[in-house]
């Protein structure tokens, strides 16, 4: 898995991942969708902690996808914590808009893939109403992964062969998406 500054060569797409740590069940799709995303050589792939996500990793990105584990039916706080930090920092004032705000993620493609103990509705539902937003498009339905043979809300239940499979599909068909500029 990437995890770099470096500038892309201009002619590449950019994916970026952001999840909230390098650990756990989220981790383990973050990977799977990374590794399914690197099948497509015309993108550049990036995976960033959300804790060190930046603006600019937002703005230079032609698609960007959100994993979180869920955390009492809601995101991990650290990902709230960098849409807290970062969420007006994309967004510039508008004479369009009587003196409002338009965001500068608009259209962009956008997918959110969530690791939960109990049904993941709550954590996908709080990102996708932060990112509305931000006007961004999505480009994917949520992938909610339920671990399985933990008790409600653990996680220490497994995740099955077919959600790490749908993870990598998910990488593959988004970076192809974006490299062809279909998405």
Same mark, same amino acid.
């Given at each position: ?101 338009? @965001?500068?993620?608009?259209?962009? *493609?956008?997918?959110? $893939? ?5 049904? /993941?509705?709550?954590? &996908? +539902? ?27 809300? @653990?996680?220490?239940?497994?995740? *099955?062969?077919?959600? $790490? ?5 998910? /990488?593959?068909?988004? &970076? +192809? ?7």
């Amino acid at each position: 898995m990437m995890n770099t500054l470096a500038s892309p060569p201009t002619t590449l797409r950019r994916l970026t991942v952001i999840h909230p740590g390098t650990f756990g069940g989220t981790q383990r799709l973050v990977s799977s969708f990374c590794e399914g995303a690197a099948t497509c050589s015309e993108i550049h792939l990036v995976s960033r902690s959300a804790s060190v996500c930046t603006e600019h990793e937002l703005l230079d990105s032609d698609a960007v996808v959100f994993a979180t584990p869920e955390h009492f039916g809601y995101m991990a706080g650290s990902m709230k914590a960098m849409f807290d930090r970062l969420f007006y920092r994309c967004m510039q004032d508008s004479t369009a808009l009587d003196g409002g705000t338009e @965001s500068l993620l608009a259209g962009r *493609a956008y997918a959110v $893939i969530v690791c939960a103990g109990n049904d /993941g509705t709550g954590a &996908a +539902e709080s990102m996708t109403r932060i990112i509305t937003g931000w006007r961004m498009r999505k480009v994917a339905d949520d992938l909610i992964v339920r671990r399985v043979g933990g008790q409600a809300g @653990s996680t220490r239940g497994k995740i *099955a062969d077919g959600d $790490i499979a749908r993870c990598k599909e998910l /990488g593959q068909s988004i &970076a +192809e998406g974006i490299s062809m500029g279909a998405l």
